[in-house]
């Protein structure tokens, strides 16, 4: 009898940062920021997160603290309930 190694899978995720209807890049998320592909110029105020897992989003309301700068891509952010 031949035992098969059990099938190896690996998600695809995509990162998204929602602001005023233009969607960036992020490569990473946190509890308290975020960390966009390409520093930006933002202001402070309400964005959305999206995490696409295999092509299933899962969205949430953050509000950008202080903005996002073109010199530094990583972004404080905060929950919104």
Not at 4 to 17: C, D, E, F, G, K
Request: aromatic letters at 6%.
């Amino acid at each position: 009898m031949i035992n098969a190694l059990p099938a190896r899978y690996s998600s695809t995720v995509q990162l998204q940062l929602i602001v005023g209807g233009v969607a960036f890049g992020l490569s990473q998320i946190g509890p308290s920021h975020i960390v966009l592909d390409k520093p930006q110029d933002l202001p402070p105020g309400d964005a959305e997160v999206v995490m696409y897992i295999d092509g299933h989003p899962r969205t949430w309301l953050v509000r950008l603290l202080h903005g996002a700068v073109p010199y530094d891509r990583t972004v404080e952010i905060e929950d919104r309930i």
